[in-house]
Structure formats: structure tokens, C-alpha cells
């Protein structure tokens, strides 16, 4: 998953890179990631779908942690992996179809997942003052790889996916496609997302883009703004930024199971 920031725009980038159907799931995971945290969210009392997501998302955030250097940062997006994720199981059968099942926290009524996803959706992509947000779903698969309707129909009617045949046997021609797909979602913004070596042995190649543009609650005075040194983990000078300041109170907390602090 990538994490790829223009000044105050944020885009989350995730995608997978199917490269055998017959073998265990061979994924790409690019990161860094931003973490992101979904209220709760239901219209059953059966299924919440933002405490799946968030359950899902504290489990990811801490197996990854474990599987971090520790002088490295970490941030991490859990929708758009979710997400993916889900619309995979769609197509998933047996023990593939469990596993993602218990991970994800899915119910096993598909008709009840596929309605509180789909009204989510809605609400995530609902346009707010001060705030827009915009969400990219894609499937990419080979012109011999060949899905289901049914999956292609879900996908589409519940998850707002888009389905696009492209020919990774011409990995420059596919990378084409894919990083015209990537550009116009983010506004032209980023115009090269992979490249062809990241889809040459591909089958399905699956993109989520999630863009997030929003106020502060508490605005900064431009004025304020400064050039200023910028330091890595291990506390040697790397450049030199703008850096934005602002003096007042805000809630402070500790985690010392992270070694973290947070300010809100």
C-alpha cells in the first residue's frame, strides 16, 4: 500500500497483484500506510460493519508493528486493505472463503454484508463542508482470465468496482493502463504509480484509491510557516522543510506499547 502526500492532499493506495490462481494468494502489499479508523457503522443489529473494519484494523496495525523494525515509523490504512480484502472473498470458495471470513469479521449472510457495505459506501462518499473524500475501486485482469458475471455484477452493483481488461503479457502496455487509471482518479496528481516489472507475471491486479482533503479544526497562520530541519529515527539531519506551528491545548496521551505519543 502506498501512502503518497501533496501538501495537505493524502492518497492511500492499495493494490494486490494476483499471480497464480492455483497456489496460495501471492500478494503485493506496498507500504508505508496511514491509519485510518471507521465509527460504527450498521443498519442490523447483526452485522456492524465499522467495528469489523476497526477490529480488523487493530489486528493489522499490530501484527505489523511486530513485523517492523523498530527504528522505522508506521501508519497504517486499514479501509482500502478491508475493502479489497472483502470484494476478494466475494470470489473466494472453502477454506480460502473461511479464512478471509473470520480475518475481515464478515457475517455469513452475503446479502447483509453486500447492503451494509454498499450504504457505507454511501455515507464515506456522502460530500461534507469542509471535507472531500473520494473512493477508487479497480480490477485489472488478464484478456485470458476470465470472471465470473456474477462476480463482476456484485463487484460492481454492491463494492463500486470497475472491472478492465487489460494484456499483462505486454507489461509496459498494462502499466500504461493501470497508471492512466491511478491519474485520473488523484487529478492527474500522480502519473506514475507502477511499473511494468510490478505486473509482468500478473493475472488480476486490484487498485483502491482513497483521497482525503479536509480542514483543520484548528487552522494554522500561514504566516507561521518556516523552513526548518527535518531528522530521521536516529536523530540525523536529512533536509530541510516547511514546517507549520501553532501554540494552545490539545488532549496528550502516551503509549507506551508503542513507545508513541499522540496528540489529537
Known sequence: Q??????????LITHYCITSVRSAMKSTIYSMVLISALGKYSNSQSFDVGESLNSFGLSLLGET?????????????????????????EGSRENTARQLKTTLGLPSDKNLLRNNFKNMTEIIRAKSDGVDLELNTAIF????????????????????????????????????????????????RISTFIEPADVK?????????????????????KNATNLDSFYDEKNNKIGEVEMMYQMGSFPYSRMENLNSNVVE
Do not use: C, H
Request: hydrophobic fraction near 40%; aromatic fraction near 14%.
Open 2 to 11: 502506498n501512502v503518497i502526500r501533496r501538501g495537505s492532499l493524502l492518497y
Open 65 to 89: 508493528i511486530k513485523q517492523t523494525d523498530s527504528s522505522l515509523n508506521v501508519a497504517l490504512s486499514t479501509y482500502t486493505v478491508w475493502a479489497l480484502m472483502t470484494v476478494i472473498s
Open 141 to 188: 485482469t488478464n484478456g485470458d482470465f476470465d470472471l465470473k458475471t456474477g462476480f463482476k455484477n456484485i463487484s460492481k452493483q454492491y463494492y463500486n468496482v470497475s472491472v478492465n481488461p487489460v494484456n499483462f503479457r505486454k507489461p509496459i502496455n498494462a502499466a500504461e493502463v493501470i497508471n492512466k487509471y491511478v491519474a485520473r482518479a488523484t487529478g492527474n
Open 201 to 221: 507475471y500478473a493475472q488480476v491486479f486490484l487498485a483502491s484509491i482513497l483521497y482525503f482533503k479536509g480542514r483543520w479544526n484548528k487552522p494554522f497562520n
